[in-house]
């Protein structure tokens, strides 16, 4: 379930208008911009930006960026997108900035459905005048570039149907890949991008059963080069995409100094879809809300913010 | 051009009444099937079919199965399904039958646009309740899985824009790949599977401008593995396909015995697109008409149905 509350909106003009209101004189008024845009779905809120375009011939979202900054600007910037194209920006942003956030690649690649990410996919060639694969494949090589360009370039079977046979052997060949890491990562690769979703938590079950940990924690104990990290991602990803979402905030908060990027990027991607659901799982995990912990480790409005998409 | 050339239709249910009746009595009327189905375009035959199972409760291309035979019910089969369901069932035989016809995918691949590649994968999902690329990793490895699995997942940028850049540096690639054959085909994969046809096809003209001859000649000079075989393939589709699908056409009918899924498969594929401009190539590449050599290699109503396709 969403946290997102959405208000009842008079007409997308009025909130154009209100918006031009809070940019007005010195400083904007950011606890009026929170108060729309924090409320509004994002049908309401690509309605918004049509009806500013219309009447000031301006980009709502360029003026939002020269009127608020930092992580603030940042987190509304991605929350202001469709999803698609928000999700676009971020692998991009994730191949070609110099910190590797291949993870945030494979998690795209992994959370979304076929078709969701096919709609990322489009949204890529009109942002960026050539392909996803394109871009990912030109910034890695060997098995990595091979595990996300597969990862990324995958169009899922979405089916209930489990082949028994497939969950066991597939689960030998994944063992013996992470047993030995110089194992057949092309076999690994080859599962991991092609079957579909239901097979794949099957063969993880079915890994389980076998050696008493579950593939995740296996690979954990070896994890070291991106290889890996991306297999580890991926697997999560799929096997819980809400269990991986609520780590991926715990290590946001608890990292020394805030991992604003992670912390945006996993509110403003689920406020929509099950954030509830990742805030529940959090609780559960550390005995502590989400919220406070947002709270006590951000500020401004940025913290507002936050606050706001986790429907406090 | 299309060579189709399309009756006027008073009714699908007309149509639909027309071929029962073509189905009466011992050995189907198979001229009065040609003359209908024969003339009318994919969508009048998509009308027709549904027409045909609302009135007599019966798909009608199980009861065309069961009518007719041979090579000429492989074509009529291949006719008259929607393009993109072909393309999956063209894929699936090949990867699926003992003769590996690698070259068929291929050629699908890198034929058709993004959004029909796409249509096909969701085809795929429909007959086969898995993915294209699941069943094309499974029944390959190594190079020529990479190979292939990456071209039948790409999702190609379509804009024109050219790299200069990227052209010069990428044809040294493939120029230092195709001269020492173990050369580094990761790179060649990534170029051939992600590049768009637009910058790939000004890098094939560099590599010609520099080194005389043409990529797809100096490969058919040394190909003899599937990996070398699948690359020419694309190579020579993503260039110019109609010249390729004039020499598929060319090797069908000058082959000893005839390569009757060859020459259907072109047949059935273009008639609707651009197979006018085909049989101009031929003409002018063999100095005889595509409908006489046809004839010749070809009998009874499959030849029929062939010529009528051919638009004769």
Redesign the interface.
């Known amino acids: 379930m969403a946290t997102l509350v959405v208000h009842s909106q008079t007409s997308s003009a009025q909130d154009a208008e209100a918006l031009q209101q809070a940019f007005k004189g010195w400083g904007a008024d950011d606890k009026a911009i929170i108060a729309i845009l924090g409320h509004r779905n994002v049908h309401q809120r690509q309605e918004i930006r049509k009806a500013y375009e219309e009447i000031y011939q301006e980009d709502l979202i360029k003026r939002l960026e020269s009127e608020i900054s930092g992580d603030f600007e940042r987190a509304m910037y991605r929350w202001m997108l469709q999803p698609a194209d928000r999700d676009a920006v971020l692998v991009n942003v994730a191949i070609k900035n110099g910190t590797k956030d291949y993870h945030v690649i494979a998690e795209i690649a992994c959370v979304l459905s076929a078709e969701e990410l ?1 709609a990322v ?2 949204a890529y ?1 009109r942002r960026y ?6 871009d990912v ?2 910034n890695t ?2 098995n990595l ?2 595990l996300l ?2 990862l990324v ?7 209930d ?1 489990i082949n028994v046979k497939f969950s066991q052997t597939e689960a030998n060949v994944l063992h013996e890949s992470v047993k030995e890491k110089k194992g057949n990562s ?1 076999e690994v690769i ?1 599962i991991l ?4 979703k239901t097979q794949l938590v099957a063969t993880f079950n079915r890994y389980r059963d076998e050696h008493g940990i579950s593939i995740s924690k296996k690979l954990l104990d070896q994890t070291s080069d991106d290889f890996h990290k991306v297999l580890h991602t991926a697997i999560r990803c799929i096997n819980d995409h809400k269990k991986y979402y609520e780590k991926v905030l715990r290590n946001a908060v608890k990292k020394f100094g805030t991992d604003e990027d992670g912390l945006s990027r996993v509110i403003v991607t689920r406020a929509e879809k099950d954030l509830k659901d990742i805030k529940e799982l959090y609780y559960k995990r550390n005995s502590v809300h989400l919220e406070d912990e947002v709270s006590k480790e951000t500020s401004g409005d940025y913290k507002k913010f936050l606050l706001t998409l986790l429907g406090k």
Chains 1, 2 share one sequence.
């Open positions: 096919l996919r489009r060639h005048k050539c392909s996803l694969e394109e494949a030109a090589t060997g570039r091979q360009v597969g370039t995958s169009y899922r079977y979405e089916g149907e092309e080859r991008t092609t079957r579909s």
